[in-house]
Every structure is written in structure tokens, then in C-alpha cells.
């Protein structure tokens, strides 16, 4: 039996933290670059310094500064389990989760075979190659939508999976970590979903038009959904009210509509399931569109826990939420005795 030596498998496992964390803050297509965090800060301070422009008041570096980073945010109890999901999808998620995951390209050659087994081949001829990838980047990324809300739904309907998904609505105070805040079950089942959404219209397109080129990318990454990254990705997490309005506000998804779908209103319970679009909510009748001027807005779930932000809570309780609908059911029903006499 191999002997295990501790010191070398932290050690391996601080190397394939490390890498992890370089990728994360270093490729463009990443959803927490460096890039992507400096674009986010950018767009956030150019839109307070015009609101302020706009009111006739002076624009000052030092205003700009509390506005962006209001103090003490950082060292709330929430911001604090933002940081410990952080380092935990750092260190262990990938190790303990990864293979309970399906890969998009296996469902395609799924999906491609299945059709070409039930249909024969497609009748339609290939596409010209530029077209095809810009089929591809459209189409996909309208799949990554779907699966985003379908999979949202479903989390926030069907209280088995809203057990596990209550934990990212925990959060009391937003911020970019606030994106890594998901309990493992619910992290495998999204990660699921949108294999099986996209691998499943990638599936259509391959017996439809051929195997493809792909769609346009930037680091692999769609570049649709890398133009959401660079823009609206980290403020939807975040203070910052920037409100897609009008018809606007049916198509894209932006930081203000999902802020709202972080309100702890009851009026505004189960709206704005979507990612970057809006055209999936419109359509299934849970889109609420802000409004232009800022809303107040408190975050969390009622009744807030003494333990929601710790690793019981978080992580632990979850389970006993979930399985206990499960458990109560499995008990015997309890009848009483037949007494004799009379």
C-alpha cells in the first residue's frame, strides 16, 4: 500500500491552488481577471462621477473613492464568508466535485449521434465558415442564457434545490466575491445544467450544419458573454445602480435588475432569474425592470440566522433543510394502540 506523505500532497495541492488563482487573475476570459475587475472599477466610477456632473456637483477623487469602496463593507461577517467561498472554490472544489460534473462536449456527441441515429443524416448542406461561427456565437450564447435561467428557476422553486441555493441569497452585503458565495450542490447542479443546455443546442448545430468551427472566442470564451464580463459581470454584485430601462430593460439583464433579485422585498421574490439577458424572464413572466433612479434595497433571507455566515451554516445546514421534507415522509406513521374491554 503506497504511503501518503502529507507535507507533499498540500504541497501539490498549493501548486494547483496557485496556478488556479493566476488563471483566475490573469487570462482575459476569466470571470475574475484582473481585467475584468479594472473594467468593472472604470465603468463604476464613470458612472458616479457623471451622475454627479449631471446633479452640478464637483467631481473629486476622494468622493469617487468612498462612493466606490464605502467604508467597513469589507469587514462584515457576510464579506468575511464571501472571502472563505473564495479560497474554498481555490483550494477544494475542482478536487472534491469536478467528476460529478458533465462536459458540454460530451453531450454534443451525445446529442449528434442520437439525432443521427433517429433521423439520418441532416439534409442541409455545411455553412460557410465565418457564418457558422457567428451562428454559433449567437446561438450559444442564447443556450448559455437558457440554461442560466432554467437552472435559477428551478433553484429558487423547488425547495429542495432552494436549500442549497439559499446560501449565495445569505449574503447581506454584495460585492464580486459575493459570485464564488454558492454551496457545492448547487455549484455541480449549474455547472450540470449548462452542459446539457449547451452541449444539447451544440448537438443541433453539429447535425444541422456539419461539425463546426465553434464560436468566436477571446481566451475561450464566447465573445458575447466576454463582453458581459468586462461590463456588467462584477457590478451586479456591488452597490452600484446601473438600471437597464424600457425596452432596454426586457433585453439586457442589467446590475440593477439582479440587485433587485437580491432584495429581501417579498415583492420582489423570484423576478430576474437570467444572467446577462432579460429575453428569458420577459418571456416567462418573471422580469422586474428597475428603475432609473436608485433603489434602496436590503439584502438576505428572513429570518436571518446567527449561523448563516459560517461554515455550518452555510455549508452544513443546507442538508438537513433539504432532506428533511425526505425524512419526515420516511417515518412510520405513528398510530395508537387498541385498548381491549369495554
Known amino acids: 500500500m503506497p504511503t501518503i506523505h502529507a507535507p507533499a500532497v498540500l504541497a501539490q495541492l498549493w501548486a494547483i491552488s496557485f496556478?488556479?488563482?493566476?488563471?483566475?487573475l490573469q487570462s482575459v476570459g476569466s470571470t475574475f481577471s484582473l481585467v475584468s475587475l479594472a473594467s468593472a472599477l472604470i465603468l463604476a466610477a464613470g458612472i458616479l462621477a457623471l451622475r454627479r456632473h449631471r446633479r452640478g456637483r464637483p467631481i473629486r477623487l476622494a468622493v469617487l473613492r468612498r462612493a466606490l469602496f464605502p467604508r467597513g463593507r469589507h469587514r462584515t461577517a457576510s464579506a468575511k464568508a464571501d472571502l472563505g467561498f473564495f479560497v474554498f472554490s481555490l483550494l477544494m472544489f475542482g478536487v472534491l466535485f469536478g467528476w460529478m460534473i458533465?462536459?458540454?462536449?460530451?453531450?454534443t456527441g451525445w446529442v449528434t449521434h442520437a439525432l443521427t441515429a433517429a433521423l439520418g443524416?441532416?439534409?442541409?448542406?455545411?455553412?460557410?465558415?465565418?457564418?457558422?461561427?457567428?451562428?454559433?456565437t449567437v446561438v450559444l450564447f442564447l443556450a448559455y442564457e437558457l440554461g442560466?435561467?432554467?437552472?435559477?428557476?428551478?433553484?429558487?422553486?423547488?425547495?429542495?434545490?432552494?436549500?442549497?441555493?439559499?446560501?449565495?441569497?445569505?449574503?447581506?452585503t454584495l460585492s464580486p466575491l459575493t459570485n464564488f458565495r454558492l454551496h457545492p450542490v448547487d455549484g455541480v447542479k449549474f455547472a450540470n445544467i449548462l452542459a446539457l443546455t449547451l452541449g444539447s443546442?451544440?448537438?443541433?448545430?453539429?447535425?444541422?450544419?456539419?461539425?463546426?468551427?465553434?464560436?468566436?472566442?477571446?481566451?475561450?470564451?464566447?465573445?458575447?458573454?466576454?463582453?458581459?464580463?468586462l461590463t456588467?459581470?462584477?457590478?451586479?454584485?456591488?452597490?452600484?445602480?446601473?438600471?437597464?430601462?424600457?425596452?432596454?430593460?426586457?433585453?439586457?439583464?442589467?446590475?440593477?435588475?439582479?440587485?433587485?433579485?437580491?432584495?429581501?422585498?417579498?415583492?420582489?421574490?423570484?423576478r430576474n432569474f437570467g444572467s446577462y439577458l432579460s429575453v428569458w424572464d420577459w418571456l416567462f413572466g418573471t422580469l422586474e425592470i428597475p428603475t432609473?433612479?436608485?433603489?434602496?434595497l436590503t439584502f438576505g433571507v428572513d429570518p436571518i440566522g446567527p449561523s448563516q455566515h459560517t461554515v455550518t451554516g452555510a455549508l452544513i445546514e443546507p442538508f438537513a433543510e433539504a432532506f428533511a421534507p425526505l425524512v419526515a415522509a420516511a417515518r412510520p406513521t405513528m398510530t395508537p394502540a387498541k385498548t381491549c374491554g369495554g
Do not use: C
Not at 496556478?19 to 483566475?24: A, C, E, F, S
Not at 443524416?121 to 454559433?136: S, V
Open 102 to 107: 458533465l462536459s458540454a462536449n460530451l453531450v
Open 121 to 136: 443524416p441532416a439534409p442541409t448542406g455545411a455553412m460557410p465558415r465565418l457564418l457558422r461561427m457567428g451562428t454559433d
Open 148 to 172: 442560466f435561467w432554467i437552472d435559477h428557476y428551478l433553484s429558487h422553486r423547488v425547495p429542495f434545490l432552494w436549500a442549497f441555493h439559499k446560501t449565495h441569497h445569505t449574503a447581506q
Open 19 to 24: 496556478g488556479k488563482l493566476g488563471n483566475l
Open 201 to 229: 443546442v451544440s448537438g443541433l448545430l453539429n447535425y444541422l450544419f456539419g461539425q463546426g468551427p465553434g464560436a468566436f472566442q477571446v481566451a475561450d470564451r464566447n465573445v458575447i458573454l466576454l463582453v458581459f464580463v
Open 232 to 270: 456588467t459581470l462584477h457590478l451586479q454584485h456591488s452597490h452600484i445602480w446601473l438600471a437597464a430601462t424600457g425596452v432596454w430593460g426586457r433585453i439586457i439583464l442589467s446590475p440593477a435588475h439582479h440587485q433587485i433579485h437580491h432584495s429581501a422585498d417579498p415583492a420582489h421574490f423570484d
Open 292 to 296: 432609473r433612479e436608485p433603489q434602496r
